[in-house]
């Protein structure tokens, strides 16, 4: 774990202190973001609308984030993290430590693409068109979205999964030829390429692989787990309601873009 910090907001309330956990997820969640990015501003604000006191931890693991920090109670909570959809029994199976969690209402919902070569003639249009790829996404990430039960690509065997460690590995590997295709959230893959300075020879495909939602979560053992929910889910109402919430989202975004368009 590296570069840990802590801040905390005080409200007199007879409301206990949910303590909330984050690591770097740009342009969502950073150390070095203002307001600590998208989705921490959201939620602060949410709490603040329903006076709550919270902390807000950087930890930037988020394995032992699901693993540890938060099944363990370390910590309350922590976002933004997907909802797998774990009514189904093979995403269960699949992601057995994510479906030990409870989920609050969307904070954000994020479009999850595919990028490829720019000397590829790939095109994606139906979901067959992938099958027979290699396809990378990092070790621990999602990839319920890739073996939904109308596509399967993964258990039937219709991809090779690769997953480096890491997004930047995975354009690496895309560059290299060890890999077809990568595919992260829009926002995290554009960085990624701007970081390795490869925007110009890797392009976005136009037609998203899913789109995802954007979440708190909480553990199921957690004893006041239904109550830091609804209190959350109360506060990010009255934002949604106020236009708010809106507002904010397209701030970071605008931010995001200015700040990748400079490098």
């Known amino acids: 774990m590296d570069d840990e910090f802590t801040q905390q907001k005080n409200i007199e309330s007879s409301q206990d202190t949910i303590s909330i956990l984050i690591g770097h997820y740009s342009p969502f969640t950073g150390r070095d973001l203002l307001y600590k990015g998208m989705t921490?501003?959201?939620?602060?604000?949410a709490l603040d609308a329903i006076n709550?006191?919270?902390t807000v931890t950087y930890i930037n693991d988020f394995p032992a984030h699901l693993n540890v920090l938060l099944k363990n109670r370390h910590f309350d909570t922590g976002h933004p993290w997907f909802n797998l959809g774990c009514s189904d029994i093979k995403v269960k199976e699949a992601n057995p430590i994510r479906?030990?969690?409870?989920?609050?209402?969307?904070i954000f919902k994020t479009l999850v693409m595919f990028w490829k070569r720019v000397d590829d003639p790939f095109d994606f249009q139906t979901d067959s068109d992938v099958h027979g790829k290699r396809v990378c996404r990092p070790e621990g990430w999602f990839t319920h979205d890739l073996d939904s039960p109308e596509r399967r690509w993964i258990r039937d065997g219709h991809i090779t999964l690769v997953q480096p460690p890491n997004l930047s590995e995975c354009f690496k590997l895309l560059m290299g030829g060890q890999v077809d295709l990568v595919t992260d959230q829009e926002f995290g893959g554009q960085e990624a390429?701007?970081?390795?300075g490869i925007q110009d020879q890797v392009e976005i495909l136009s037609r998203p692989v899913s789109d995802e939602a954007m979440h708190m979560l909480i553990h199921r053992s957690h004893p006041q787990a239904t109550r830091y929910l609804l209190r959350l889910n109360q506060g990010l109402?009255?934002?949604q309601?106020?236009?708010r919430s809106e507002?904010?989202?397209?701030w970071h975004i605008d931010r995001f873009w200015h700040e990748l368009e400079k490098k």
Do not use: T, W
């Not at 921490?40 to 604000?45: D, K, L, P």
């Not at 390429?193 to 390795?196: D, G």
């Open 241 to 243: 309601e106020s236009g």
């Open 99 to 106: 479906c030990e969690y409870r989920f609050s209402k969307p």
């Open 52 to 54: 709550q006191s919270y």
């Open 193 to 196: 390429l701007h970081q390795l």
């Open 237 to 239: 109402k009255i934002l």
């Open 247 to 250: 507002r904010i989202k397209a």
């Open 40 to 45: 921490s501003q959201i939620v602060a604000e």
